[in-house]
């Protein structure tokens, strides 16, 4: 272990050519742990870079950066932050994101870019976050989303994009993405398709859609008919027409199609895409960690323009919708803070995260590892005590090395 942290260092302080600090040994941020789960504090340090600086390499964490200066955000940038599994970063003044500017960062599950002054979302901007499934960017300057921006984001449920200035969201933005909670507030938004973006989303348990100046013509009755379609109580808040004056101020469920698309009669009803069969005979358990989470104003962290609207959720749950939806406990199952005693941990490969080494520790079972390595995928027991194993022991291990363990 000891070994392992000072050949890294020693890298890390090659690869720079200067002297990395690190922040919670060097009491830079204040690091502690809250429920179990350690948070590294940097919170208002001034910091414009984190070149020069490094987090924990054998614990998890949560790297809290709200209030710094990182108006920008260079490729590698978090390089020496590798074990974070939450990135906070509001209110850093932040306008650009260099592509690869989170390259490194496989364990990061949520990130917050909220209240900054993000204009745009590139190809490339969450590139190296492959495992995040919440991303918060809400009171941003978004106005050009890139269709492919959230193409490797395959595990990405929550959505918070209220208080930006998008007008409409690209055709197949959600093609690759399992959303499950998507907050469209306050923006410029006219219409939603069904094609390419409401087909897409048919796992959403909330949906927020307020505030946005819905032309209500023939395009929007498939929202409408989506609307209807999706589990009861999922629409928070309601779409209300900005466009046609004849209906300006109607709620959406409350207008007739006829009235949204009055010469429709005899046209072609096949246009309007039905939902499917799924969607339309399952309405899937209620959400209830969205009733209780509520909307807080708690996490509102002040940023100028706020329209006394109740704010982005902070707690809104990464939890799925529907007993079809695969792999749902792997992705509840929280990563451990720690590290199993007596053994050393690091980070492999290019995306799973972490190994595991237990190699001459006079371990009998694996069983007696704790904290139980959950999040695993290589687990060295080489030269151990070990005679029995069940088949996996560990939902996601890849690789178990026995050797020398006496195991048959
Ligand atoms: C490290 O870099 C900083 C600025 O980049 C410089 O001021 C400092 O002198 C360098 N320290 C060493 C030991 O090279
Ligand atoms: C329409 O939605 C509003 C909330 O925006 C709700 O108060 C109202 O009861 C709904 N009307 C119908 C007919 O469902
Ligand atoms: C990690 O494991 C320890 C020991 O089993 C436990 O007390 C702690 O609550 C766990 N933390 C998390 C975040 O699961």
């Not at 020693?10 to 050519?17: R, S």
């Not at 590798?82 to 994101?97: F, R």
């Not at 709620?251 to 005899?266: F, H, I, R, V």
């Not at 809104?316 to 749902?328: M, R, Y």
Request: a negative charge; aromatic letters at 6%; charged letters at 20%.
């Amino acid at each position: 272990m000891l070994l392992w942290a000072l050949l890294l260092k020693a890298a890390l302080c090659a690869a720079v050519g200067n002297v990395t600090r690190d922040v919670c040994k060097e009491r830079v941020c204040s690091c502690s742990a809250l429920e179990g789960d350690l948070h590294v504090d940097c919170e208002k340090r001034g910091f414009a870079s984190l070149q020069h600086l490094a987090g924990p390499s054998s614990q998890f964490y949560h790297l809290l950066l709200h209030g710094n200066s990182l108006s920008r955000l260079f490729p590698n940038e978090f390089a020496n932050f590798y074990n974070a599994v939450s990135l906070h970063l509001e209110n850093n003044g932040l306008h650009d994101i260099v592509p690869g500017a989170f390259l490194g960062l496989q364990l990061v599950k949520r990130l917050h870019i909220n209240n900054n002054k993000i204009r745009s979302f590139k190809k490339s901007t969450f590139l190296g976050l492959d495992d995040l499934e919440y991303l918060q960017a809400d009171f941003n300057l978004l106005r050009d989303i890139d269709p492919s921006v959230f193409r490797d984001l395959s595990k990405l449920e929550v959505l918070i994009l209220n208080d930006n200035l998008i007008s409409a969201l690209p055709t197949n933005i959600f093609q690759h993405v399992p959303i499950t909670h998507l907050d469209l507030r306050g923006n410029r938004i006219k219409t939603l398709p069904y094609e390419g973006i409401l087909e897409q989303i048919s796992g959403v348990v909330e949906v927020l859609l307020e505030d946005n100046p819905w032309d209500c013509n023939c395009d929007l009755v498939s929202l409408k008919d989506w609307l209807e379609n999706i589990p009861q109580n999922a629409l928070i808040g309601g779409v209300i027409c900005e466009a046609p004056t004849r209906l300006q101020g109607n709620d959406l469920n409350e207008t007739a199609e006829t009235d949204l698309c009055p010469s429709k009669e005899g046209a072609d009803s096949s246009l309007v895409a039905p939902p499917t069969q799924d969607e339309a005979s399952d309405p899937g358990p209620p959400p209830t960690a969205s009733k209780t989470s509520g909307v807080t104003e708690s996490q509102s962290v002040g940023g100028g323009h706020n329209k006394g609207r109740p704010k982005a959720r902070e707690n809104w749950q990464l939890k799925t919708p529907t007993a079809a939806a695969t792999g749902a406990g792997e992705r509840e199952t929280p990563h451990n803070a720690t590290c199993p005693r007596p053994c050393a941990c690091k980070l492999i490969g290019a995306r799973q995260g972490l190994g595991v080494n237990c190699e001459g520790k006079k371990i009998e079972s694996v069983a007696n590892l704790k904290p139980k390595p959950l999040s695993a995928h290589e687990l060295n027991l080489r030269d151990n005590n070990i005679h029995t194993v069940k088949k996996k022991p560990l939902p996601r291990l890849l690789e178990l090395e026995f050797a020398g363990s006496g195991w048959e």
